[in-house]
């Protein structure tokens, strides 16, 4: 699995930073001057709960190696874009696996499971073979099979994405990429972020590395 942030909003007015330009919409709200401390700011209205206000930058994220099982969790959240590999041009015939430790950690399942993909790629070829068409060749293929996706959120909706994904509730590997988005765009807004990042790496400590 990569996780790489390409892409975050700019303000064009001062140094360029998110926090700038949320900080000058949120001071929209007030009528107030700024005082040369964004991050202060920032923080303040997001303990307040009002987040409306971090809507106005957003990250791009490229994302690869991840099931197809997690990019269908990953794109139930409406308030974002996507672009994926799409399987309907992209020949599969030799197909990249992401597989669960539960498996790839598992000497009987793993040979069970290649077996399987063998199986998967045998069929995928004979069809294409006799003709199929990629996009319906494409129903041969497993919930494993990996796929690449380009995210683009606001910084509101990748609040509520981090809240709900890097949770005890959630399954392992839309966690992974969450935290993985999380600490890239961290750095590029901290007063944002860093509440999150702080309460989460207490119960995930394996997916922070905090200084």
């Not at 307040?48 to 957003?58: F, L, N, Q």
Request: a negative charge.
């Amino acid at each position: 699995m990569q996780v790489e942030l390409i892409a975050i909003t700019r303000y064009l007015r001062g140094e360029g930073t998110p926090e700038e330009l949320l900080e000058h919409a949120g001071r929209v709200c007030y009528r107030s001057e700024g005082q040369g401390d964004p991050g202060r700011f920032l923080r303040a209205r997001v303990r307040e709960g009002h987040e409306s206000i971090v809507e106005h930058a957003a990250a791009t994220f490229e994302i690869s190696g991840i099931s197809r099982a997690c990019s269908h969790q990953l794109v139930r959240h409406r308030l974002a874009s996507y672009s994926q590999e799409s399987q309907r041009y992209v020949s599969m015939e030799e197909p990249e696996w992401a597989l669960p430790t539960a498996i790839g950690d598992d000497p009987d399942a793993i040979a069970i499971w290649e077996q399987f993909a063998e199986q998967v790629k045998e069929t995928y070829r004979a069809f294409r073979e006799l003709g199929v068409r990629k996009e319906d060749a494409r129903f041969a293929l497993p919930n494993a099979a990996a796929t690449r996706i380009v995210v683009t959120m606001n910084f509101r909706q990748l609040r509520h994405f981090f809240q709900v994904r890097i949770s005890r509730h959630a399954q392992w590997e839309i966690r992974q990429v969450a935290a993985a988005m999380l600490e890239a765009v961290y750095p590029h807004a901290p007063a944002v972020f860093g509440d999150l990042r702080e309460g989460f790496s207490a119960n995930f400590p394996e997916l922070f590395v905090l200084e």
